[in-house]
Protein backbone atom coordinates (compact mmCIF):
# COMPACT_ATOMS: atom_id res chain seq x y z
CA UNK A 1 0.00 0.00 0.00
CA UNK A 2 3.40 2.17 0.60
CA UNK A 3 4.44 2.63 -3.17
CA UNK A 4 1.03 2.98 -4.66
CA UNK A 5 0.87 7.19 -3.29
CA UNK A 6 4.79 7.35 -4.02
CA UNK A 7 3.83 6.15 -7.48
CA UNK A 8 0.90 8.82 -7.72
CA UNK A 9 3.40 11.20 -6.09
CA UNK A 10 5.86 11.26 -8.98
CA UNK A 11 3.61 11.01 -11.71
CA UNK A 12 2.36 14.01 -10.16
CA UNK A 13 5.36 15.59 -9.40
CA UNK A 14 6.04 14.83 -13.35
CA UNK A 15 3.29 17.36 -14.58
CA UNK A 16 4.89 20.21 -11.89
CA UNK A 17 7.98 19.56 -13.46
CA UNK A 18 6.45 19.82 -17.17
CA UNK A 19 4.68 22.98 -15.66
CA UNK A 20 7.94 24.50 -14.00
CA UNK A 21 9.99 24.06 -17.61
CA UNK A 22 6.89 25.74 -19.81
CA UNK A 23 6.96 28.42 -17.32
CA UNK A 24 10.84 29.11 -17.45
CA UNK A 25 10.54 28.72 -21.48
CA UNK A 26 8.08 31.39 -21.58
CA UNK A 27 10.00 33.80 -19.06
CA UNK A 28 12.98 33.16 -20.77
CA UNK A 29 11.55 34.24 -23.89
CA UNK A 30 9.85 37.25 -22.96
CA UNK A 31 13.27 38.07 -20.74
CA UNK A 32 14.67 38.28 -24.21
CA UNK A 33 12.35 39.60 -26.05
CA UNK A 34 12.56 42.58 -23.08
CA UNK A 35 16.42 42.51 -23.37
CA UNK A 36 16.39 42.94 -26.72
CA UNK A 37 14.04 45.86 -27.24
CA UNK A 38 16.40 47.47 -24.73
CA UNK A 39 19.41 47.22 -26.47
CA UNK A 40 17.49 48.28 -29.76
CA UNK A 41 16.31 51.93 -28.32
CA UNK A 42 19.99 51.78 -26.54
CA UNK A 43 21.75 51.57 -30.26
CA UNK A 44 19.94 54.18 -31.28
CA UNK A 45 21.18 56.17 -28.51
CA UNK A 46 24.21 55.45 -28.22
CA UNK A 47 24.56 56.13 -32.10
CA UNK A 48 22.08 59.51 -32.78
CA UNK A 49 23.40 62.97 -32.06
CA UNK A 50 22.43 64.46 -28.57
CA UNK A 51 21.22 67.43 -27.57
CA UNK A 52 20.97 68.12 -23.84
CA UNK A 53 17.78 70.42 -22.83
CA UNK A 54 17.00 71.55 -19.41
CA UNK A 55 14.96 68.50 -18.54
CA UNK A 56 14.86 66.11 -21.93
CA UNK A 57 16.93 65.15 -24.38
CA UNK A 58 16.69 65.38 -27.50
CA UNK A 59 18.66 62.31 -29.98
CA UNK A 60 18.95 63.00 -33.63
CA UNK A 61 18.47 60.24 -35.99
CA UNK A 62 19.23 59.73 -40.12
CA UNK A 63 16.43 58.28 -41.94
CA UNK A 64 14.09 58.27 -38.74
CA UNK A 65 10.51 58.30 -40.35
CA UNK A 66 8.79 59.75 -37.20
CA UNK A 67 9.64 60.58 -34.01
CA UNK A 68 9.26 59.12 -30.71
CA UNK A 69 10.50 59.20 -27.27
CA UNK A 70 11.42 56.91 -24.63
CA UNK A 71 12.40 58.09 -20.90
CA UNK A 72 13.42 61.43 -20.97
CA UNK A 73 14.70 61.08 -25.02
CA UNK A 74 12.56 62.62 -27.66
CA UNK A 75 14.10 60.93 -31.03
CA UNK A 76 14.05 62.57 -34.09
CA UNK A 77 15.13 62.83 -37.69
CA UNK A 78 18.17 64.91 -37.93
CA UNK A 79 17.51 66.37 -41.39
CA UNK A 80 13.78 66.89 -40.54
CA UNK A 81 15.41 68.69 -37.23
CA UNK A 82 17.67 70.61 -39.16
CA UNK A 83 15.77 72.03 -41.58
CA UNK A 84 13.26 72.63 -38.49
CA UNK A 85 10.84 70.85 -40.08
CA UNK A 86 9.33 69.05 -37.30
CA UNK A 87 6.58 70.94 -36.13
CA UNK A 88 6.00 72.49 -32.92
CA UNK A 89 3.00 70.91 -31.27
CA UNK A 90 4.26 66.98 -32.24
CA UNK A 91 7.14 67.74 -30.45
CA UNK A 92 4.92 69.03 -27.60
CA UNK A 93 2.97 65.50 -28.12
CA UNK A 94 6.74 63.79 -27.47
CA UNK A 95 7.59 65.70 -25.01
CA UNK A 96 3.82 64.96 -23.01
CA UNK A 97 5.19 61.39 -22.90
CA UNK A 98 8.06 62.61 -20.88
CA UNK A 99 6.34 64.85 -18.72
CA UNK A 100 4.06 61.96 -17.78
CA UNK A 101 5.98 59.27 -17.59
CA UNK A 102 4.94 57.22 -20.48
CA UNK A 103 7.71 55.16 -20.68
CA UNK A 104 7.71 54.01 -16.89
CA UNK A 105 4.14 52.79 -17.78
CA UNK A 106 5.14 50.62 -20.93
CA UNK A 107 8.31 49.03 -18.61
CA UNK A 108 6.27 48.34 -16.05
CA UNK A 109 3.70 45.95 -18.50
CA UNK A 110 6.48 44.64 -20.40
CA UNK A 111 8.11 43.24 -17.25
CA UNK A 112 4.63 42.07 -16.00
CA UNK A 113 3.99 40.24 -19.20
CA UNK A 114 7.55 38.72 -18.87
CA UNK A 115 6.30 37.06 -15.26
CA UNK A 116 2.63 36.35 -16.27
CA UNK A 117 3.78 35.90 -19.89
CA UNK A 118 0.30 33.27 -19.95
CA UNK A 119 -1.95 35.90 -18.76
CA UNK A 120 -3.59 37.65 -21.78
CA UNK A 121 -5.38 39.82 -20.05
CA UNK A 122 -2.29 42.17 -19.32
CA UNK A 123 -1.59 42.63 -23.04
CA UNK A 124 -4.71 44.31 -23.52
CA UNK A 125 -4.45 46.47 -20.40
CA UNK A 126 -1.11 47.32 -22.14
CA UNK A 127 -2.26 48.04 -25.14
CA UNK A 128 -4.94 49.92 -23.67
CA UNK A 129 -2.77 51.82 -21.45
CA UNK A 130 -0.57 53.12 -24.47
CA UNK A 131 -3.69 53.79 -26.55
CA UNK A 132 -4.27 56.30 -23.09
CA UNK A 133 -0.95 57.74 -23.03
CA UNK A 134 -1.59 58.96 -26.81
CA UNK A 135 -5.19 60.30 -25.74
CA UNK A 136 -3.49 62.24 -22.81
CA UNK A 137 -0.64 63.75 -24.32
CA UNK A 138 -3.18 64.79 -27.36
CA UNK A 139 -5.42 66.16 -25.13
CA UNK A 140 -2.12 68.37 -23.35
CA UNK A 141 -1.37 69.58 -26.85
CA UNK A 142 -4.65 70.73 -27.98
CA UNK A 143 -5.40 72.23 -24.63
CA UNK A 144 -2.48 74.25 -25.37
CA UNK A 145 -3.00 74.92 -29.04
CA UNK A 146 -4.25 77.62 -30.69
CA UNK A 147 -5.17 75.51 -33.95
CA UNK A 148 -6.38 71.50 -33.02
CA UNK A 149 -7.24 71.49 -36.82
CA UNK A 150 -3.71 71.99 -37.73
CA UNK A 151 -2.31 69.89 -34.87
CA UNK A 152 -4.70 66.73 -36.31
CA UNK A 153 -3.16 67.38 -40.00
CA UNK A 154 0.11 67.43 -38.42
CA UNK A 155 -0.64 63.88 -36.64
CA UNK A 156 -1.96 62.33 -39.73
CA UNK A 157 1.15 63.23 -42.13
CA UNK A 158 3.39 61.97 -39.17
CA UNK A 159 1.10 59.29 -38.43
CA UNK A 160 1.72 57.85 -42.75
CA UNK A 161 4.93 57.35 -42.45
CA UNK A 162 5.61 55.92 -38.81
CA UNK A 163 7.83 53.48 -37.59
CA UNK A 164 7.12 51.75 -34.02
CA UNK A 165 9.96 51.92 -31.99
CA UNK A 166 9.31 48.76 -29.45
CA UNK A 167 9.42 50.03 -25.31
CA UNK A 168 8.90 54.01 -27.13
CA UNK A 169 5.81 56.30 -26.80
CA UNK A 170 4.86 58.07 -30.26
CA UNK A 171 2.71 58.87 -32.83
CA UNK A 172 1.39 55.25 -33.14
CA UNK A 173 -2.41 55.31 -32.26
Same mark, same amino acid.
Given at each position: ??? *? ?5 ? @? ?6 ? $? ?13 ? &? ?17 ? *?????? =???? @????? !? ?5 ? &?? #? $? *? ?18 ? $? ?7 ? &? ?8 ? !? ?5 ? &? @??? =? ?7 ? #?? =? ?5 ? #? ?13 ? $? =???? !? ?6
Amino acid at each position: AIP *QPVQEQE @GHGGTGVI $RLIIYLSGLALMSAR &FARNMMVVRRMLLKSEKIE *QSWYRI =ALLD @GLSSP !FSFLRTV &FL #D $R *QAYRKNRIPANVLRHELEHI $RQAHSHDVI &FFELMNMIFW !FNPMLYI &F @GRA =ARINHEYLA #DE =AVVRESR #DPETYEGELISFIRS $R =AIVP !FTCGLNS
